[in-house]
């Protein structure tokens, strides 16, 4: 067994037996692996806490077949101002979900690792303001893993002209005359989408969505992402 050094997010945790845990990190430049915490669940370990989600770790452990062997683990960062606000805890773990249904599993994506520790720091220091960025997150994590949502054009026939629906099947936005699912997205949001994909994560702030808006774009996330889970 390789012993191996590395720092990471932890995307979720469930338990595995009365006293140990499983926990999938996502490492900064080891991808996302699932490892195993012997006795991290009971009262007297040293790990009580280090693995609660979304928290930065650093982690030592041996690369095993299946689950690799948590050695030992320290807290880095646990974003208290972030999981002080139920918003933006609740936005920032459908992130951490989308990530740990999506990325492959020991595959390095340095690049998607970057974009979710920036975004964890930008909502620890403003928690208040949560929804734009966490869906500009979304946006670039889809296209930097390869899935990049259609959004300008219709997914089918190429229409630059709205209204849409959102698509999972196509990867992105269709027209009218081409039919598509429940769900019309006016041109005005898909493009404010495609804009939050592209600008800064720290400038994500400036594009200003309603709740409406807001809740259709995640609705059309979950789907996509749910049907891209599935192998779709």
């Known amino acids: 067994m390789a012993l191996q050094r590395g720092v990471g997010i932890v995307l979720r945790t469930r338990p595995f037996s009365e006293s140990d845990l499983i ?3 996502f490492l900064d430049t080891r991808g996302r692996r699932s ?3 012997k006795g991290a669940r009971g009262r007297r370990s040293t790990l009580g806490g280090v693995f609660d989600g979304l928290n930065r770790v650093e ?5 095993k077949p299946g689950l690799d062997l948590v050695s030992q683990a320290s807290l880095l960062h646990s974003y208290a101002a972030l999981k002080g606000d139920l918003n933006a805890v609740t936005e920032a773990l459908r992130v951490a ?18 974009v979710f520790e920036a975004l ?31 959004l300008l054009a219709c997914a089918r026939c190429g229409r630059e002209e709205g209204p849409y629906s959102f698509s999972p099947p196509e990867g992105g936005v269709v027209c009218g005359h081409c039919g598509g699912e429940a769900g019309a997205i006016t041109s005005g949001l898909a493009r404010a989408l495609h804009r939050l994909m592209r600008l800064p994560l720290d400038r994500a ?22 049907r891209l889970a599935a192998g779709g």
């Open 97 to 114: 979900r989308m990530l740990d249904r999506l990325l492959p599993p020991h595959h390095p994506e340095e690049s998607a690792y970057v």
């Open 59 to 63: 982690v030592v452990y041996y690369e």
């Open 120 to 150: 964890l720091r930008a909502l620890d220091e403003r928690p208040d303001v949560a929804d734009g960025p966490c869906l500009a997150a979304q946006l670039k994590l889809l296209a930097l893993l390869g899935h990049r949502p259609q």
């Open 23 to 25: 926990v999938d990190l």
């Open 205 to 226: 702030r400036v594009v200003r969505l309603r709740a409406e808006e807001l809740a259709l774009a995640r609705s059309a996330l979950d789907a996509y992402v749910d």
């Open 35 to 37: 490892l195993i915490a």
